[in-house]
Every structure is written in structure tokens, then in C-alpha cells.
């Protein structure tokens, strides 16, 4: 074969070799932005669903905060409430104190409350002889003529003789009764403190109403 003969097949073969170079290169570069292309969306759904998880996660954050501080202000007005709701049942406990050891208040007697006090729980506790128990200062007040008033308006009120006495121990409260059958079974706590706190459940709505309305 002539140098020329061979020359051509050399040729042939560099120029088909170039070609599938060409088409090998092609092939990687298509396929090389294939995979950039899956990359970049890969990452730019990845970075939606960071921002979107960061957003969900800030608005739950959120919420939650505001949650707590609705809580919190809810608490501390609810604190409010209950002090000047303490602070009003004390007030109550100091003008029965004062109407107790002055024996008037306004257009409030303390004979007449204890005489009512009385009656009420002669009324509950059976027999027709019954104990009084005062505080000393009132042990000193309700006898003599005061207990014949006393028993008067008793049997008045409740429509039964009963004879009343005191006994002779004193109690330590502001002021009010306790009065008890002489044998002991049956009891009625009328104190003034013993009172006020029986009804400091029963009207503490009413309390909370007109000191706060609607706020509640």
C-alpha cells in the first residue's frame, strides 16, 4: 500500500474518532446541565420548604406567644379581681367590727342584729332551753333587763317559750352568737364572722359584678 493509501485511512480514522469525541462530549455536556438543572431545583424546593417550614414554625411561635399573654393577662386581671374582692369582704369584716364595739353604725343597731341573730338560730336548734355563748364584751351587755327584752322577741319570732341562758364560757369573735341546746347536740354558728364567711361564697359574683360590670 502507498504512503498515500495509508495517509487516508490515518484521515478516516482521526475524523471518525473526532466525531464520536464531539458526540461523547456532547452527550456529557447535556448530560452534565441535566444534572445541574435537577440540582438547582432540587435545591430551590428544598430552600421553599425551609422558608416554608421557618414561616409555619414562626407563625406557630406566634401564636403561641400571644396564647401565653392572653393567659398571663387574663391571670393577672383575674388577680386583680380576687385582691379588691378580699379587699372588700376586709372592708365588711372592719365596719362589722366598728358596728359591734360602738353598738351603731349609720342606721345599723347592733342590739337589734344580735336580737335577729338570736332568733334565727332559735329557730334551728329544738328544745325549749337554750345556751347562748357571747364574747366577753357582749356576755357583759345581754343580761338583766336585756335578756327578758331578749327572750321576748324570741318567742315572738319563733312562736315558742324558750328559755335562754348564757353560758359560762366566752367565745373569741367580733361580735354575733352561738347558740346550742343544753345538751350540746345541736349548734348554730351566728357569729359575725361566721356570717360573713357563709355568705362570702354565695354573693362573691354580686361582689365581683359591681366592682368590675361586665369585665368579669
Known sequence: ??????????????????KEVS???????????????????????????????????ASLEEQRIIAETKIDVRRKRMDAQEEAIVASFEGARKVLQE??????RDN??????????????SEVVDGDKLELAFNQRDSK????KMMGKLGAFVKKMTGRDISLALTDETIQCLGGVVVRDTEKQVEVDNT?????????????????????????
Request: proline share 0%; charged share 40%.
Open 1 to 18: 500500500m502507498s504512503d498515500e493509501g495509508v495517509d487516508k485511512i490515518i484521515s478516516h480514522i482521526e475524523a471518525k474518532a473526532e
Open 23 to 57: 458526540e461523547i462530549l456532547l452527550r456529557a455536556q447535556a448530560e452534565a446541565d441535566k444534572i445541574k438543572k435537577a440540582a438547582q431545583e432540587k435545591a430551590e424546593r428544598e430552600a421553599e420548604r425551609i422558608l416554608s417550614n421557618g414561616e409555619r414554625l
Open 99 to 104: 358596728l359591734a364595739e360602738k353598738g351603731k
Open 108 to 121: 345599723l343597731v347592733y342590739k337589734d342584729i344580735m336580737f335577729n341573730l338570736i332568733a334565727s338560730a
Open 141 to 144: 351587755t345581754f343580761k338583766g
Open 192 to 216: 359575725l364572722e361566721a356570717k360573713l364567711n357563709r355568705l362570702r361564697e354565695s354573693i362573691r359574683v354580686d361582689v365581683a359584678k359591681i366592682l368590675f360590670g361586665d369585665r368579669i
